[in-house]
C-alpha cells in the first residue's frame, strides 16, 4: 500500500503568521485510485489543509514537515514547482460553485481558457474537448452551455461543470473541499457518483466534509481531525462501525441524532 | 431596484458631442480666418452668424463647437492615457501585493503631493506651449484616482473563491490578471472614467485660460472664457455662451457619472 502511495505526508504541520498552529504533525497516505475522507468540525484545519497543499494557504503561514506528491516534495516547493502541478497534476473543487466560477466571464470562456493551457490545444480542439468533458459529466448539451455565464445556470449544473472543469486535464489527484454541501441531495448524488467513476480510472481524491453520508457513501478510508490534528484514521465501514477515539464518537453520535436514530453502543 | 440614467443629462452630453465631432461640416464659417467686413456682430438670423461674432469677425457659435471639440479630445485622450496606466497599476499593487504594491502605491502618493499648476507651469517652461503636452500633464496627474481605487478593489477580488480557483488552475498571474480581475473591475472603472472626463474638461480650461493650453487660433473652453473675460462689459455673451456650454459639459457628465455610481451600489 505504502509503495503505491502517490500522496504521502509525515509529521506535516502548518501555523499562521502570528505562530498560531493550523495543522499538528499530520501524517496519512493516499494511494492511487483511492477516495480519503476527512471529516472534522469547522475551524478543525481541512480546508487549509488542502490548499496549503497547493501552496495557498493564508499569506504568511508557514508548513513544516514532508508532504510528497509522486517524486515532488510539496512542502516548502518554489512557487514555479507548485504552479506546474497545479491544474494539471492537482485539482481541487471547492464548497460553492457560484462563488468559484468568475461572474464575469463565459462557462465556455473559462472551461476553454483551462483546456488550451494545460493541454495546449488551439481553440477548436479544446473547444471540442470541453464539450466532451461536460458530456462526460452528463451535463447534456454542453455546446449550449458554453455561452451561459455562471448565475444563469441552477447550483447542481454549476457544481457539476466545476467538477468537469478540475479534471480536465486528468490530475492524478483531486482535492475537494466540501464539494456536496451546497448542493441538493440528486445533484449530490451525481457528482459523488461522478467521482468514483474518477476514482475507477485511477484518479486520487481527498474529500473533505462534515456529511459522514457522504463519506460511507464513496470514501474507502476516513480520516478524523479535530483542532489540526489526526485524532482517528482507518477504513470507511469500520470507523463508522466502530468509532475507537472519544472525538469520532462524538461526532458519529451527533450525525445519528440528526438522523432520528439511537447512538452507538 | 434598478437606477434610471439621466436622459436630459445623456441627451445634452450627446448633443455636445455630436456638434464637436461633426462641427467641420455643418458650418459655412471656420474657427479661425478673420472677416474683417463682419467683426462684432450681434446675434442675427440674416446672414448666418447665429450667435454673432467675435472682434475679428469669427463665428461665436462655430468657435464654441471647435471650443468643445478640443476640450473633449483632450478628456479623451488625457482620460484613455489615465485608464490605461491607473488600471494597471492598480491591479498590480492589489493583486502581487508586498513590497511590489508599497513601492507602486509610495510612488502614487509622492505624485499626489506634487502641486499640480506649478507642475504645468515647469514643463511648459521646459517643453513650450503645446496642446500634446497638456495630454500629457493630465493624463499624468489624473490617473492617480483611478489607480487607487482599482488596487482597493483588487485587494478584495483576490481573496475572492473565483481568484483562488484560477490560481489553483495552474493561471499564471498575468493571465488571472488580465482575465478574471480586469473584467470584474469595468464597472467600477467606467463610474471612475465619467468621473474623471469633467475633471479633465475642467482642468484644461483652467489651464487654457492661464495660457498654458491650446494657442490662438486654436480655441478651446479656457481660452473663449479668457477672451470673453476682457470684454464682459461691452460683450456678455462672449463669456456667457462658453461658461454655458462648459457647466452643461461638466454638469452632464458629473450627472451620469452618479446615476452610473448608483447604478453599481458603489
Known sequence: MASEALLSLRKYSLSRADGTPVLREVGFDVSRGEILGIVGESGSGKSQLLLSLLGLAMRGSRVSGSARFGEVELAGATEHTLRTLRGRHIAMLFQDPLLSWNPCLTLGAQLIETARLHLVLGRAAARERVVQALSDAQLADGASLLGRYPHEISGGMRQRAMLALSVLAEPGLLLADEPTTALDPTTQRRVLARMATLRDRGMSILLVTHDLGVVAQVADRVLVMQQGAIVEQGDTATLLRSPQSTYARTLLDAARRMEGLPCLP | MKVPLPRVSLALLGLLVACAVLIPWLSPHDYFTPDWDNTELPP???????????????????????????????????????????????????????????????????????????????????????????????????????????????????????????????????????????????????????LTIPAVVSTEAFLSYLGLGAQSPLTSLGVMLADGAAQMRSRPLLLVMPALVLVTLVYACNRLGDALRDRHGL
Do not use: K
Not at chain 2, 178 to 186: E, G, Q, T, Y
Open chain 2, 44 to 194: 442675427q438670423w440674416s446672414g448666418g452668424h447665429l450667435l454673432g461674432t467675435d472682434e475679428l469677425g469669427r463665428d461665436l457659435l462655430v468657435r464654441l463647437m471647435w471650443s468643445c471639440r478640443i476640450s473633449l479630445l483632450v478628456a479623451a485622450v488625457a482620460s484613455a492615457i489615465s485608464l490605461v496606466i491607473g488600471l494597471a497599476w492598480g491591479v498590480v499593487a492589489g493583486y502581487v501585493g508586498g513590497r511590489v504594491d508599497a513601492i507602486l502605491m509610495r510612488i502614487v502618493d509622492v505624485l499626489y503631493s506634487v502641486p499640480f499648476t506649478p507642475f504645468v507651469i515647469v514643463l511648459t517652461v521646459l517643453f513650450g506651449r503645446d496642446l500634446v503636452l497638456l495630454f500629457i500633464a493630465i493624463g499624468a496627474v489624473s490617473w492617480l484616482d483611478i489607480a487607487r481605487v482599482t488596487r482597493a478593489q483588487t485587494l478584495g477580488l483576490r481573496e475572492r473563491e473565483f481568484i483562488i480557483a484560477a490560481e489553483v488552475a495552474g493561471l499564471s498571474r498575468p493571465a488571472i490578471m488580465w482575465r478574471h480581475i480586469v473584467p470584474n473591475l469595468l464597472g467600477i472603472t467606467l463610474v471612475c472614467l465619467t
